[in-house]
């Protein structure tokens, strides 16, 4: 899938305001303002990214971890999985997962709202698990952001885009290479 997803990556024509694409969709050095464009259209890729049903061929590894030899009926089983390509239950499943992402990344928020986001995420993981949808730990820990979220505020105030932004910031300062208690005055100098 990951092949497919940079493919998708590739094909899109981004619009002109667009200036700063990471060089890769899997590369490391992607900075926090390239990802945030990424976001948007990131959904939409790894639905093209899984569209080949690959459910099956991950039950059938776990199946081979947990059992060397495993029966004719384990192997039935495993075949029978399918996930649901209704682009309908995909599409309403989208929907509330960017309403739930919308209410929960909000700069202000209320613990009515913090549960309303957080409901709405439960929802949607739910569904796509009823839909047989491949789905990674995150999802998990997802569930226990209504927690984190009312013990330490908003998620705006305690993401990490503004770090990486500045760490951006004072990478690109040219320091000519000083050391020895220099460097620092550069780059607050330049802060």
């Known amino acids: 899938p990951l092949d497919r997803l940079e493919e998708f990556f590739c094909r899109i024509i981004w619009p002109v305001s667009v ?5 890769s969709v899997t590369s490391s050095s992607s900075k926090a303002d390239q990802w945030h464009l990424h976001i948007s259209v990131l959904f939409v890729g790894l639905f093209v990214a899984w569209e080949v049903d690959m459910l099956c061929q991950r039950c059938l590894e776990i199946l081979l ?3 060397a030899d495993p029966n004719q ?4 089983l495993v075949d029978s999985f399918t996930t649901d390509r209704s682009i309908r239950q995909h599409y309403s499943t989208m929907l509330e997962f960017s309403a739930a992402i919308q209410i929960l990344s909000s700069c202000s928020i209320s613990p009515r709202e913090v549960e309303r986001g957080c409901a709405a995420l439960s929802r949607v993981c739910q569904s796509w698990g009823n839909m047989g949808v491949h789905m990674t730990p995150y999802f998990h820990f997802a569930q226990h952001f209504q927690h984190q979220m009312l013990q330490f505020g908003p998620c705006y105030s305690t993401w990490a885009f503004p770090y990486e932004w500045n760490n951006g910031f004072l990478g690109w300062t040219n320091h000519n290479n000083h050391k020895g208690g220099e460097l620092e005055c550069t780059m ?4």
């Open 65 to 67: 971890s947990e059992s």
């Open 19 to 23: 200036a700063c694409l990471p060089p």
């Open 188 to 191: 607050m100098q330049k802060w």
């Open 73 to 76: 009926e384990q192997l039935d």
